[in-house]
């Protein structure tokens, strides 16, 4: 299987172990990925917060330049991107006025549409048995609570997705790595997304609440499929520390890490070892059965 | 011919934007008009005399009036024409308000529209044939269907003005939803006290025949002369020979497997089963789906335990007619639910309340029975889970209603009344318990209703905060409330032990399928449509049939009975005759160039095309035609547009007369 | 027949969004469920009731705006279907095209920053975007907790990824400033 492949902004630098471990894991299931050549940002927040013209027209020229590059299908890992992305079509196929504007901008006519994917859904194009086939690991000792965040299924009615206030894809691949999810509340809760540099304390406040719940319903690793999300719920564990309750560490992997995690990839591909707060003892634990022969 | 012109400026309504005097005047030299006059209000008597006058003098043969819609007048003005001496349907309307004045605001423009109109109407009037009124005879018989309140109260109206009455219910017992309620609003007297003595007087009542555990399957006919066809559901227990003495309910093996309908699912009953001990009739059912008997054939159980051989395995479903003269529509309504529906479906579930997994998170009519003496908890408020009485209990108004993200954009009316109440009697009964009302507006209009929301407030201390619930979710057995009071401008988390849902009330899910049986309207939602909203609220366009209580829209029971004692009303008003007159506008077959093909008996709506063999005096056949049945016939046209060899047409409303208002314009 | 009112904020807001803020009934659900409600001097339905009634200096003095975190809470759960994170985005663009001074400041420079990025580059890159906030934000000492080891694990780009034509990216900021909403 051949798919376009939008990494976005987050993927080369502090998510870089998002895309390492995407590679490695569509590798081994047969997946080629073709990166939109010259590639730019999608605007993420701060053109959407700011100028609605270039948080159209930024998205808008990347899907411009896949279908140049003869791209029907787009996959875009980060769940910001693939949310610009699917607004950003949208608005231009349902407002000629904007559509005009955006092509001023570009200097370029805007023609045809391209599928956009995010990353569970060419998970589940894949197949759970495709994934349960090569798994040489079973997760069976993990325990993990799905979360989904907000861009990834909200809103429900554009993106076509998943529920947007009961989704249960995630769980459902998961099953296949073998690894228990639990059920709980606060899958779709806010972290406090775009925040997490100019007002750090609500993203601390926000994200430690998603983990307490995590921890309270039995998990022990939170899995994510969205850099924004991650760094969150990873890199600010270590303000949630100051809290008045203390924080008790807990390891947040993303989705293509557990399921490279039962495919047997190596951690270090994976880039286990680049998060805030280290998986190794839990994956020592937890990770270590193999699949018999 | 000799045809009249009025022109009405109805007040300014017309003359504001239409030079009246002008088009009268202009109206004059239409070929064939003899007078044209204007008037400021031709409805009025005076100028109903005008016209009653211009006909005796200039011995008109045809009359137009340029006024209103014919839906306003048509008939006010055809009486002027009959007291004149003059047939009704030599007459025409021309609609100079609704077609032009109050769509047009040009004085110039409106006036040449309004000579055009007139025109138009001259030219038909002048094809215009006398005609008389269809009459029917009236079967003074009624069919109810709908047992609950409304039913009953319909039922029992017209079976004590001496006329017979078959009502129809689809459960095994009447009673209906208020049959479940513990008390009610705004009095607290108990529900069952004052409705079961209403039920037991229709099961007595010589005019009554009850057939419940039956539903209508098809009707056929006409105001004054329907024709319905009644499915009487097999109960698998013979009703001639049962006492209802419950012997086969008690030896019932198979207790656990179905739950209680009646108890809203708060608890299980067994597969042979009377809805409640107060039922009527007090004749049992079985559940087929869940009966050992129909699944393996071994037990015998109920057979064993009835001594009066009146179990039956083998029933079948019955088919029985019943002619009937008038029918009213009583079916009620059933509780939204907030669980995850169907794509196709028009509404969507709360999942930001769960979908409805959380035990406790319950809806108003489980609330009625946990509060109700005879429910599941012998009236004591528990929670379902574990049989906990609650401490904090959070009431939610308008989950579903006024919800347009959800699929309904209408106030389901009853619910701000039975939350006061249901927040009332928590309060009641469990004395240092914390009582919660999440709503958006008080609804209270009602005698007496205003007064009970205070009083919850007031001497209850139920407290109101004002807003909707953003979130549900279950946190160590308490269920987290999200919401936020909208008065303060605080978000408010209250960790409840019990959350009751004011769930929006919706019509039965079948009445689509009821209404296109019996050619009613009905809206998006599936209520039923009255012809008026003012002056005809409990009629339906199509005559002879009447609506009483929430089939129609969201109502309580004091207005469910009242809508139902004027549905009774109605029929009894068209008892009142032996005779129907009906409007001639109906399809008539040339039999010389019919072709027999029955097109328009493929197309047609109402039934109304039969066959008519043509034989020779001989008796020999010599073609089959279509013939139109004048009682059946709506004159809606459609077999007029099929019929390929233009055999058919509607009288009053001729190819001829249609062409020669379109020539008028040319 | 046309009535003809003269043009409002709220006006403003529905053409930039396609939907009336008269859609709103005030039902506070969507102040119910914020996440960051507590930040903010206003519940997002009061933001809506000062654009309703007329209030527009009210409405842009508000942080609520500028705090939203876009999550979409509001505009899933909304019973009236009113697109409240749309609304949010309107009411922080013409407060910006007004030249209203934004309520919260660093969250302004954030964002000006972070375009300013991919302005010149066409991606963000971490190293020149953290020193340009710091730098316009006054806030230099912000999470040195965690920047060394972001440093060490390789995660902060020293040198930006640059698209190949980052004189594209320039005209396609200028044309967008040009073009009016």
């Known amino acids: 299987m051949n798919i376009g492949y939008f990494p976005g902004c987050s993927l080369t630098g502090t998510s870089k172990e998002y895309d390492m471990s995407l590679r490695e894991v569509l590798a081994a299931l047969d997946v080629r990925l073709d990166e939109i050549a010259d590639w730019s940002c999608c605007g993420a927040s701060s053109a959407h917060v700011t100028n609605h013209l270039l948080s159209v027209a930024l998205p808008a020229r990347n899907l411009q330049l896949a279908k140049e590059q003869g791209m029907a299908e787009v996959m875009a890992p980060c769940a910001a991107c693939y949310n610009r992305l699917v607004s950003a079509q949208h608005e231009i196929a349902t407002r000629p006025e904007l559509k005009g504007r955006v092509e001023y901008v570009l200097e370029q006519k805007i023609d045809g549409a391209v599928t956009v994917l995010n990353i569970i859904e060419l998970f589940q194009r894949i197949g759970t048995d495709a994934i349960a086939a090569k798994k040489t690991l079973d997760l069976d000792g993990m325990t993990v609570a799905c979360y989904y965040g907000c861009l990834l299924v909200r809103p429900a009615a554009l993106l076509g997705f998943d529920d947007a206030e009961q989704p249960q894809s995630m769980e459902a691949l998961i099953a296949a790595t073998g690894a228990k999810t639990v059920d709980w509340n606060f899958k779709t809760e806010c972290c406090g997304a775009a925040h997490s540099i100019a007002r750090t304390d609500i993203v601390v406040d926000l994200s430690k609440k998603i983990l307490d719940d995590a921890r309270a319903h039995g998990a022990d690793a939170v899995i994510v499929a969205c850099p924004m999300c991650h760094s969150n719920l990873d890199m600010r564990q270590r303000k949630m520390k100051n809290a008045a309750d203390g924080h008790a560490d807990i390891p947040v992997l993303y989705l293509t890490e557990l399921i490279g995690l039962a495919l047997g990839i190596e951690h270090k591909k994976l880039g286990l070892d680049l998060h805030f707060i280290n998986p190794g003892p839990l994956l020592a634990r937890a990770a270590r059965k193999e699949v018999a022969a | 011919m000799k045809i009249g012109v009025f022109i009405c400026y109805c007040g300014e309504n017309i003359g504001r934007t239409v030079d009246c005097a002008a088009v009268a005047q202009a109206c004059a030299s239409i070929p064939g008009v003899a007078v044209s006059v204007d008037y400021k209000y031709m409805c009025s008597d005076p100028g109903q005399n005008l016209i009653i006058n211009a006909i005796r003098e200039h011995r008109l043969d045809g009359v137009v009036v340029g006024s209103c819609s014919p839906h306003m007048h048509e008939k006010t003005f055809r009486k002027?024409?009959?007291?004149?001496?003059?047939?009704?349907?030599?007459?025409?309307?021309?609609?100079?308000?609704?077609?032009?004045?109050?769509?047009?605001?040009?004085?110039?423009?409106?006036?040449?529209?309004?000579?055009?109109?007139?025109?138009?109407?001259?030219?038909?009037?002048?094809?215009?044939?006398?005609?008389?009124?269809?009459?029917?005879?009236?079967?003074?018989?009624?069919?109810?269907?709908?047992?609950?309140?409304?039913?009953?109260?319909?039922?029992?109206?017209?079976?004590?003005?001496?006329?017979?009455?078959?009502?129809?219910?689809?459960?095994?017992?009447?009673?209906?939803?208020?049959?479940?309620?513990?008390?009610?609003?705004?009095?607290?007297?108990?529900?069952?006290?004052?409705?079961?003595?209403?039920?037991?007087?229709?099961?007595?009542?010589?005019?009554?025949?009850?057939?419940?555990?039956?539903?209508?399957?098809?009707?056929?006919?006409?105001?004054?002369?329907?024709?319905?066809?009644?499915?009487?559901?097999?109960?698998?227990?013979?009703?001639?020979?049962?006492?209802?003495?419950?012997?086969?309910?008690?030896?019932?093996?198979?207790?656990?497997?179905?739950?209680?309908?009646?108890?809203?699912?708060?608890?299980?009953?067994?597969?042979?089963?009377?809805?409640?001990?107060?039922?009527?009739?007090?004749?049992?059912?079985?559940?087929?789906?869940?009966?050992?008997?129909?699944?393996?054939?071994?037990?015998?159980?109920?057979?064993?335990?009835?001594?009066?051989?009146?179990?039956?395995?083998?029933?079948?479903?019955?088919?029985?007619?019943?002619?009937?003269?008038?029918?009213?529509?009583?079916?009620?309504?059933?509780?939204?639910?907030?669980?995850?529906?169907?794509?196709?479906?028009?509404?969507?579930?709360?999942?930001?309340?769960?979908?409805?997994?959380?035990?406790?998170?319950?809806?108003?009519?489980?609330?009625?029975?946990?509060?109700?003496?005879?429910?599941?908890?012998?009236?004591?408020?528990?929670?379902?889970?574990?049989?906990?009485?609650?401490?904090?209990?959070?009431?939610?108004?308008?989950?579903?209603?006024?919800?347009?993200?959800?699929?309904?954009?209408?106030?389901?009316?009853?619910?701000?009344?039975?939350?006061?109440?249901?927040?009332?009697?928590?309060?009641?009964?469990?004395?240092?318990?914390?009582?919660?009302?999440?709503?958006?507006?008080?609804?209270?209009?009602?005698?007496?209703?205003?007064?009970?929301?205070?009083?919850?407030?007031?001497?209850?201390?139920?407290?109101?905060?004002?807003?909707?619930?953003?979130?549900?979710?279950?946190?160590?057995?308490?269920?987290?409330?999200?919401?936020?009071?909208?008065?303060?401008?605080?978000?408010?988390?209250?960790?409840?032990?019990?959350?009751?849902?004011?769930?929006?009330?919706?019509?039965?899910?079948?009445?689509?399928?009821?209404?296109?049986?019996?050619?009613?309207?009905?809206?998006?939602?599936?209520?039923?449509?009255?012809?008026?909203?003012?002056?005809?609220?409990?009629?339906?366009?199509?005559?002879?049939?009447?609506?009483?209580?929430?089939?129609?829209?969201?109502?309580?029971?004091?207005?469910?009975?009242?809508?139902?004692?004027?549905?009774?009303?109605?029929?009894?008003?068209?008892?009142?005759?032996?005779?129907?007159?009906?409007?001639?506008?109906?399809?008539?077959?040339?039999?010389?160039?019919?072709?027999?093909?029955?097109?328009?008996?493929?197309?047609?709506?109402?039934?109304?095309?039969?066959?008519?063999?043509?034989?020779?005096?001989?008796?020999?056949?010599?073609?089959?035609?279509?013939?139109?049945n004048e009682g059946l016939c709506q004159g809606c046209g459609t077999c007029n547009a099929t019929c390929p060899s233009k055999s058919v047409e509607l009288i009053g409303f001729t190819d001829e007369q249609l062409y020669a208002e379109i020539h008028a314009l040319a | 027949m046309h009535h003809a009112h003269p043009h409002t904020f709220s006006d403003d807001i529905a053409e930039l969004t396609g939907q009336d803020p008269s859609l709103c009934y005030q039902c506070g659900k969507c102040s119910a469920g914020c996440p960051v409600r507590a930040y903010t001097e206003s519940p997002p339905n009061r933001v809506v009731r000062y654009v309703q009634l007329g209030f527009d200096d009210e409405a842009l003095a508000s942080q609520t705006p500028w705090l939203c975190a876009g999550c979409m809470t509001c505009s899933t759960r909304c019973p009236k279907e009113f697109d409240l994170a749309a609304f949010m985005d309107a009411v922080r663009q013409l407060g910006i095209a007004r030249g209203v001074k934004p309520p919260v400041a660093d969250m302004r420079s954030f964002h000006e920053s972070f375009l300013s990025q991919i302005e010149s580059h066409g991606r963000a890159y971490e190293l020149g975007l953290v020193f340009s906030y710091k730098m316009a934000s006054l806030h230099l000492m912000q999470d040195v907790d965690v920047a060394p080891e972001m440093f060490l694990k390789g995660k902060i780009g020293v040198f930006p990824h640059n698209v190949r034509n980052t004189d594209a990216m320039k005209n396609i900021f200028r044309r967008a400033a040009e073009v009016k909403e």
């Open chain 2, 80 to 628: 002027a024409c009959s007291n004149a001496g003059l047939n009704p349907f030599m007459f025409e309307m021309a609609n100079l308000r609704e077609h032009c004045s109050w769509i047009h605001d040009d004085i110039a423009v409106g006036t040449a529209k309004s000579i055009d109109l007139v025109r138009i109407a001259v030219e038909k009037v002048k094809r215009n044939e006398p005609l008389t009124p269809i009459r029917v005879p009236v079967t003074k018989r009624a069919l109810v269907i709908g047992g609950g309140i409304s039913g009953i109260q319909a039922a029992l109206d017209i079976a004590g003005a001496g006329f017979q009455v078959v009502l129809v219910e689809k459960e095994p017992s009447i009673g209906g939803h208020m049959s479940q309620l513990s008390e009610t609003f705004p009095t607290l007297d108990c529900s069952q006290c004052i409705l079961t003595p209403r039920m037991v007087e229709v099961y007595q009542h010589p005019n009554i025949t009850l057939m419940s555990y039956s539903e209508v399957e098809k009707v056929e006919g006409f105001i004054g002369n329907f024709s319905v066809t009644i499915r009487r559901k097999a109960r698998s227990v013979r009703a001639d020979l049962c006492t209802g003495c419950g012997d086969c309910v008690q030896k019932c093996p198979i207790k656990k497997k179905a739950y209680s309908e009646f108890e809203e699912g708060l608890a299980f009953r067994p597969a042979m089963y009377v809805p409640f001990p107060q039922a009527v009739p007090n004749i049992p059912v079985i559940d087929r789906a869940v009966c050992t008997y129909y699944k393996t054939g071994k037990c015998q159980a109920c057979v064993k335990a009835c001594g009066r051989g009146a179990i039956d395995f083998e029933q079948q479903d019955e088919f029985v007619t019943e002619a009937v003269g008038a029918i009213v529509v009583a079916t009620g309504y059933k509780l939204y639910t907030i669980d995850k529906k169907p794509d196709d479906s028009q509404y969507k579930g709360y999942g930001e309340y769960g979908y409805g997994v959380y035990k406790d998170v319950i809806d108003g009519l489980q609330f009625e029975r946990l509060a109700s003496a005879s429910g599941p908890t012998g009236g004591e408020i528990r929670r379902p889970s574990d049989k906990a009485v609650p401490k904090k209990i959070v009431f939610i108004q308008c989950v579903g209603s006024r919800d347009e993200s959800k699929g309904f954009s209408y106030c389901s009316k009853i619910c701000c009344m039975y939350t006061a109440k249901h927040a009332m009697l928590y309060k009641h009964k469990v004395h240092e318990g914390e009582a919660y009302v999440f709503y958006m507006d008080i609804r209270s209009g009602g005698k007496g209703y205003e007064e009970f929301v205070r009083r919850a407030i007031e001497e209850d201390h139920v407290k109101y905060i004002r807003g909707r619930v953003s979130r549900i979710y279950e946190k160590d057995g308490k269920y987290i409330v999200r919401g936020e009071d909208t008065i303060a401008g605080m978000q408010v988390e209250i960790d409840a032990d019990m959350v009751v849902l004011a769930t929006a009330m919706v019509p039965q899910p079948e009445s689509a399928v009821l209404a296109q049986k019996l050619g009613i309207a009905y809206d998006n939602h599936g209520y039923f449509v009255e012809v008026h909203p003012k002056l005809r609220p409990v009629e339906c366009s199509t005559g002879g049939i009447f609506l009483a209580g929430a089939c129609h829209s969201p109502r309580d029971i004091p207005e469910s009975v009242s809508m139902a004692s004027a549905a009774a009303a109605k029929a009894l008003v068209l008892f009142g005759s032996d005779v129907l007159e009906r409007e001639p506008v109906v399809a008539k077959v040339n039999e010389s160039t019919c072709a027999g093909c029955f097109y328009c008996q493929k197309v047609c709506a109402y039934n109304a095309v039969e066959r008519r063999e043509i034989r020779d005096r001989a008796g020999n056949l010599r073609k089959v035609v279509a013939y139109v």
